[in-house]
């Protein structure tokens, strides 16, 4: 289901909730070679936050929400 939106829609909506219940930031411990699908999104890579989970790289990645965004 790759390039077909349904995870940009899945992670929109998802902010949308926490953006409902109050959250004003986000945040993802994404797998590097996702990155750019995050930076799409908005998000922000933390800085110094690359780890190995399973033998995989991955990095902490934030974005600001609120309601309506």
Do not use: N, W
Request: no cysteine; net charge positive; aromatic share 8%.
């Amino acid at each position: 289901m790759r390039g077909s939106g349904l995870g940009a829609r899945v992670v929109l909506s998802l902010e949308k909730k926490a953006a409902e219940l109050g959250a004003k930031m986000v945040t993802v411990a994404a797998q590097k070679q996702a990155q750019g699908f995050y930076d799409k999104l908005g998000y922000t890579v933390l800085e110094g936050s690359d780890f190995l989970d399973g033998h995989t790289p991955h990095i902490i990645m934030y974005k600001e929400i609120s309601e309506g965004k």
